[in-house]
Antibody, heavy 119, light 111 residues
């Protein structure tokens, strides 16, 4: 069973960079044929896919966020990370990391972490 | 990319069946059989209920079923139970490595 756990600051100031890490257990992010993804959910709203890093290291981002997003991986720690730059209050959300297999579905999810953008 | 269209709410009495629709375009739902559905209870992470239009992960009751016709996918919950009350989201692959077009979500109420 794959388990994911998000970690990072719960409060970020406007215009700064949001940084989160997802620690994976039960699978290897470098050898598994999975897409390692980030999704967010603003309070009281729906889900928004942010992007993914493939096991090969390639990345793909939601076009609406592409200019501000970077997803990277640290295979030695079996972690992948999200950086979102120039944040505003609109980026306040619960951020989830999740796995996507070759059936193109988000099979395993972390518990989520709330990030609030406020001065 | 535009979000998939779901009704904001649906309801049914215990034991009844309810169907939730998810309408996309010929570039996402209509083009690929990679439609998935997620159940989310308040304060919890979403849970995968259906993948590849109509397949159930291990452990998901067979009361949950999925289908697709043209640009519209559907989730049917049969034999409604109180614990089925939750938000439901659809998702579709949209080509060119775009994994994540989500619907706006449907709040299912068990009366």
């Amino acid at each position: 069973q794959v388990q994911l756990q998000e970690s990072g600051p719960g409060l970020v100031k406007p215009s700064q960079t949001l940084s989160l890490t997802c620690t994976v257990s039960g699978d290897s992010i470098s050898s598994s044929n999975n897409y390692w993804s980030w999704i967010r959910q603003p309070p009281g709203k729906g889900l928004e896919w942010i992007g993914y890093i493939y096991y090969s290291g390639s990345t793909f981002y939601n076009p609406s966020l592409k200019s501000r997003v970077t997803i990277s991986a640290d295979t030695s720690k079996n972690q992948f990370s999200l950086k979102l730059s120039s944040v505003t209050a609109a980026d306040t959300a619960v951020y989830y990391c999740a796995t996507v297999g070759d059936n193109i579905s988000f099979e395993y999810w972390g518990q989520g972490t709330l990030v609030t953008v406020s001065s | 990319q535009s979000a998939l269209t779901q009704p904001p709410s649906a309801s049914g009495s215990p034991g009844q069946s309810v169907t939730i629709s998810c309408t996309g375009t010929s570039s996402d739902v209509g083009a690929y059989n990679f439609v998935s559905w997620y159940q989310q209870h308040p304060g919890k992470a979403p849970k995968l209920m259906i993948y590849e239009v109509n397949k159930r992960p291990s452990g998901v009751p067979d009361r949950f079923s999925g289908s697709k016709s043209g640009n519209t996918a559907s989730l049917t919950v049969s034999g409604l139970q109180a614990e089925d009350e939750a938000d439901y989201y659809c998702n579709s692959y949209a080509g060119t490595n775009n994994l994540g077009v989500f619907g706006g979500g449907t709040k299912l109420t068990v009366l």
